[in-house]
């Protein structure tokens, strides 16, 4: 029996587009991913959004974009051809404030390593110069702008979602941040009136056990980055995260690819289980 997809995607790679400068691992071009549209449905996959997946008899995939691209609109032509629905996923902070991603700034503009979990968002953001927030406010890299948004969100395909306000990954001391992350995104998106304010994608994929309750407390779904598939009734979804096939091969073997990463990460986790309790009874 074949398992219902959820795919995460962050960028469009457009024909007419200027080279990526940071991050070009998550550019995927149009032609690439028809053509992982086609094999699916030749799969007999259906697209759907989760929260519909329990509707249709078959195998669903669904299409969602993390933390609002303006390169993700590049994908609605196809969406409209192929009749699929999907989410973007929405960083407020960089639309209200019309500033380019800071992990995209921070790797086009210094030596070291994002350091992804362990850096305070919004206080980088406050410390960018001019010079670096323009830097790369450009087509390949900016954010939607909310006018953009505006038109998008009466197109019958486009949902928006959140995705946290700065991005915080809201993991360790960053958990004290969770009211403001969600506050701030939950209220900018509620005006529009495409908005699943029931679905919830995390920052990073990054989560702790009480990162989950906290979310799902809130939420209907969270979405991950965890591989595998998912079930109509979960809760958690988890996600298989898809980057340019120059990087991590073509895009329909990285989903296979994930579901033995997703197998292997299981297994360890029931062995540990069954260690712990032998160890425990000795």
């Known amino acids: 029996m074949m398992e219902n997809l959820c795919l995460c995607l962050h960028c469009i790679k457009g024909d007419s587009m200027t080279e990526p400068q940071a991050h070009r691992e998550l550019f ?10 086609l094999s699916l449905k030749a799969e007999g996959y259906r697209f759907m959004l989760p929260g519909d997946a329990g509707k249709e008899n078959g195998p669903v995939c669904s299409v969602t974009f993390d933390d609002g691209y303006f390169n993700s609109t590049l994908f609605v032509e196809t969406a409209e051809k192929h009749a699929i629905p999907f989410i973007l996923f929405i960083s ?7 500033v380019p991603f ?8 210094r030596d070291q390593r994002w350091p992804v979990s362990s850096v ?3 206080k980088l953001y406050q410390s960018l110069s001019s010079s670096e927030k323009d830097l790369l406010d450009n087509g ?22 959140p995705h946290g306000h700065t991005h915080q990954p809201m993991v360790g001391p960053y958990i004290e941040h969770f009211d403001r992350e969600i506050g701030e995104n939950l209220s900018f998106l509620s005006g529009f009136k495409n908005a699943l304010t029931d679905d919830f994608s995390l920052p990073c994929g990054l989560h702790t056990r009480r990162l989950t309750r ?6 209907r779904r969270i979405y991950t980055i965890d591989g595998g598939g998912f079930s109509p009734q979960d809760r958690v979804i988890n996600r298989i995260s898809l980057i340019n096939p120059d990087v991590g ?34």
Do not use: C
């Open 214 to 219: 906290k979310l799902l407390s809130r939420f």
């Open 28 to 37: 995927i071009g149009l032609a690439e991913l028809e053509d992982l549209i």
């Open 140 to 161: 390949t890299h900016r954010p939607l702008t909310a006018e953009e948004m505006d038109d998008l969100s009466v197109h019958p395909l486009v949902r928006f979602a």
């Open 102 to 109: 800071i992990w995209d700034i921070w790797e086009a503009s």
């Open 92 to 98: 407020s902070y960089n639309v209200i404030h019309r």
């Open 249 to 282: 091969g073509p895009l329909r073997n990285q989903i296979k690819v994930a579901f033995s990463a997703k197998a292997r990460l299981l297994r360890k986790a029931i062995n540990l289980r069954y260690s712990n309790r032998l160890l425990y009874r000795i």
């Open 120 to 122: 305070d968002y919004g």
